[in-house]
Every structure is written in structure tokens, then in C-alpha cells.
T-cell receptor, first 115, second 115 residues
Framework: AQKVTQAQTEISVVEKEDVTLDCVYE???????LFWYKQPPSGELVFLIR??????QNEISGRYSWNFQKSTSSFNFTITASQVVDSAVYFC????????????FGSGTRLLVRP | SAVISQKPSRDICQRGTSLTIQCQVD?????MFWYRQQPGQSLTLIAT?????????ESGFVIDKFPISRPNLTFSTLTVSNMSPEDSSIYLC????????????FGPGTRLTVL
């Protein structure tokens, strides 16, 4: 069975603080993909990143960085120097080669960045 | 990336009626999916829309309640039948733009309220 756990329901930080959103996953697929999506108050789902299971290299994109650790089945997301516009719900998701690419979502983490 | 549009963007419907949601993609895609996001919840896959054949439904979702069409590689519809207030949700279409890259993008969603 596949499962994604985002234990942090809600996080509140002050602008310019760094914040890390946790994601832990379970899968029996040998090849799988991990995703992060952002859902701002407007409701659309914004694709942030996709990571293959065989590529454990960490990735940085501007203020965003992702730490993929297969040993702990985690794919954490860090926002550096947070901004008010980062306020949103962030979803981690998993899809496996054996499951026809359908996405299994975590419950989401609501991030509130206060000015 | 694929550009996805959905119609309608939102609707308010009466109990017992049906609503058909359209999803249009600007390029041919192999896989299209329909997700539901109930208020304050995460996303749950309803079904995979297969071109030229019946949709594949996830556990808890049935064709009589959520009939799906996929007449070609750029278009799909989801009907929510015999609606009740519990069907009030955001319905999202997503596409896998490349079976190789497995990048999944979402449409803007249809916000449905059932009275």
C-alpha cells in the first residue's frame, strides 16, 4: 500500500524565517516519484517539484529546497527567508510506476507566514 | 507544461440534480485523472479517464455516481450525478503530460456547492 504522511497540520512563522515542511512516505514500488504542490487561497494546485526515487540528489530552486532521503523515506521541503506570499497549503504526493502514475496525497500542511 | 482549463469554474446546484464538468488540455496527453477535494481536506483520486474505454475507478467511487467520458486525447468530462450536499467539493482534472517525465499538472478546479 502507498501512503504519504504530513504530520504538521499547520505551521505559523514570521516573515524571513526559514521553515521546513515534513513528508514521510510508504511504498512497495521500487521505482516511484515524489511531488510537492502548493495550493494558495485561490485554490489552484501549483506544481513545485517531482523527484524520481533513483535520484537522491537534493535540489534547490531559489528560496525552495528539497531533501530526499530514501533511508528514512522522507522528502522534506524547506523555504528559506519565507514571505507572506508563501502562505498556502502544501501537499506532498507519491506515485508509483506500478500504480499507473496516480497520485497519493498527504493531508497537507497549512503554512501561515505573518508579516 | 500542459495548459488545462475546466468549465465551469464554480456552480451552485440543487440536491438531486447532475452537473457535468469539462476538462480541456492544450496538447494530447496519455493520462487524465479526476480528483475530489472536500472542504479542508486533501485530494482523493476518483478515477483515471481512459481514452477509448471505460474509466478506471478507485475504491469508493462508482460509475453510476461519477460517469466519465474521454472521447479523445485532449478532453474529458466528469458528471456528478444525483447530487447531495456531501458532494460539495472542488473537482480537479489532472494530466500526465509525459509518461517519461511523469509531470502531473492540475486544472484550476471546479468548486461545487450542493444545496
Amino acid at each position: 500500500a502507498q501512503k504519504v504522511t504530513q504530520a504538521q497540520t499547520e505551521i505559523s512563522v514570521v516573515e524571513k524565517e526559514d521553515v521546513t515542511l515534513d513528508c514521510v512516505y510508504e511504498t512497495r514500488d521500487t521505482t516511484y516519484y515524489l511531488f510537492w504542490y502548493k495550493q494558495p487561497p485561490s485554490g489552484e494546485l501549483v506544481f513545485l517539484i517531482r523527484r524520481n526515487s533513483f535520484d537522491e540528489q537534493n535540489e534547490i530552486s531559489g528560496r525552495y529546497s528539497w531533501n530526499f532521503q530514501k533511508s528514512t523515506s522522507s522528502f522534506n521541503f524547506t523555504i528559506t527567508a519565507s514571505q507572506v506570499v508563501d502562505s498556502a497549503v502544501y501537499f506532498c504526493a507519491l506515485s508509483g510506476m506500478d500504480s499507473s502514475y496516480k497520485l497519493i496525497f498527504g493531508s497537507g500542511t497549512r503554512l501561515l507566514v505573518r508579516p | 507544461s500542459a495548459v488545462i482549463s475546466q468549465k465551469p469554474s464554480r456552480d451552485i446546484c440543487q440536491r438531486g440534480t447532475s452537473l457535468t464538468i469539462q476538462c480541456q488540455v492544450d496538447s494530447q496527453v496519455t493520462m487524465m485523472f479526476w480528483y475530489r477535494q472536500q472542504p479542508g481536506q486533501s485530494l482523493t483520486l476518483i478515477a483515471t479517464a481512459n481514452q477509448g474505454s471505460e474509466a478506471t475507478y478507485e475504491s469508493g467511487f462508482v460509475i453510476d455516481k461519477f460517469p466519465i467520458s474521454r472521447p479523445n486525447l485532449t478532453f474529458s468530462t466528469l458528471t456528478v450525478s444525483n447530487m447531495s450536499p456531501e458532494d460539495s467539493s472542488i473537482y480537479l482534472c489532472s494530466v500526465d503530460s509525459s509518461a517519461v517525465n511523469n509531470e502531473q499538472f492540475f486544472g484550476p478546479g471546479t468548486r461545487l456547492t450542493v444545496l
